[in-house]
C-alpha cells in the first residue's frame, strides 16, 4: 500500500477565489488519479496526472476550471479555480503502487464554497 | 450512465451476523474489481479486490464473490463488527496493465446494530 497525505483537510472559501490542494505520497508512483465526490454522490474521476506531462481530463472537467501540477513522482497539486457553491465536495487523490492494481486514497479535502 | 451500480443505499446487520453488500456492473469489459469503505470525513479504504480470472477472494472477515455471467459482485463481512458501520463503495475497472482509473458505484451505508 502508500501513504497518501492530503492538505488542507478542509477549507471554507469565498465565491470566486482558488484553492490548491496538495497530495504528498510516500514512494513513488506512475499516475495520480484526483477524484471528487459531491454530497450524497459517488465518486467520480476529474482528471489522472501523469508526471511530466499534461493531465487527463475526464468528460465535464477543464484544465481551466481544475489546474493539476505534478512535479515529481511523489507529489501533485489540484487547484480549484473561480469556486462556486457547485463545487463544495470532498476532493481525494489517489494512486496505484507501481505494478499493483489497487487503488490508494488520501483523507480527502473538504471543500465548502460560500 | 451508470455502469456500476449498489442498489442498496442502506443496510442495517444486527452485530456478529453475515453482512452482504451488492453490486451490479453493465460493462462486460470490466476485468478487476475493488471494494472501499469510508468513514465520514475521510477518505475511503481499501478493503478487497478481485480479478476477473476468479469467482472468490477471502481476506480475514471479508469475502468478495464474483459472478460474471450475472455481472454481480458481492462482499460479504462476516461477523459484523459495530466499527464496520461505514459506506461500503464497489469500483471497477477495465483491463490496462493497472493504472485505469475507477468507476464506482453510488455507496450502500452499512450499519452495524449492537
Known amino acids: 500500500s502508500a501513504v497518501i497525505s492530503q492538505k488542507p483537510s478542509r477549507d471554507i472559501c469565498q465565491r470566486g477565489t482558488s484553492l490548491t490542494i496538495q497530495c504528498q505520497v510516500d514512494?513513488?508512483?506512475?499516475?495520480m488519479f484526483w477524484y471528487r465526490q459531491q454530497p450524497g454522490q459517488s465518486l467520480t474521476l476529474i482528471a489522472t496526472a501523469n508526471q511530466g506531462s499534461e493531465a487527463t481530463y475526464e468528460s465535464g472537467f477543464v484544465i481551466d476550471k481544475f489546474p493539476i501540477s505534478r512535479p515529481n513522482l511523489t507529489f501533485s497539486t489540484l487547484t480549484v479555480s473561480n469556486m462556486s457553491p457547485e463545487d463544495s465536495s470532498i476532493y481525494l487523490c489517489?494512486?496505484?503502487?507501481?505494478?499493483?492494481?489497487?487503488?490508494?486514497f488520501g483523507q480527502g479535502t473538504r471543500l465548502t464554497v460560500v | 450512465d451508470q455502469q456500476v451500480k449498489q442498489n442498496s443505499p442502506s443496510l442495517s446487520v444486527q452485530e456478529g451476523r453475515i453482512s452482504i453488500l451488492n453490486c451490479d456492473y453493465t460493462?462486460?469489459?470490466?476485468?478487476?474489481f475493488l471494494w472501499y469503505k469510508k468513514y465520514p470525513a475521510e477518505g475511503p479504504t481499501f478493503l478487497i479486490s478481485i480479478s476477473s480470472i476468479k469467482d472468490k477472494n477471502e481476506d480475514g472477515r471479508f469475502t468478495v464473490f464474483l459472478n460474471k455471467s450475472a455481472k454481480h459482485l458481492s462482499l460479504h463481512i462476516v461477523p459484523s463488527q459495530p466499527g464496520d458501520s461505514a459506506v461500503y463503495f464497489c469500483a471497477a475497472k477495465l483491463p490496462n496493465f493497472g493504472n485505469e482509473k475507477l468507476t464506482f458505484g453510488t455507496g450502500t451505508r452499512l450499519t452495524i446494530i449492537p
Open positions: 514512494s513513488q508512483v506512475t499516475m
Open positions: 489517489s494512486v496505484e503502487t507501481t505494478g499493483g492494481l489497487d487503488a490508494f
Open positions: 460493462n462486460s469489459m470490466f476485468d478487476y
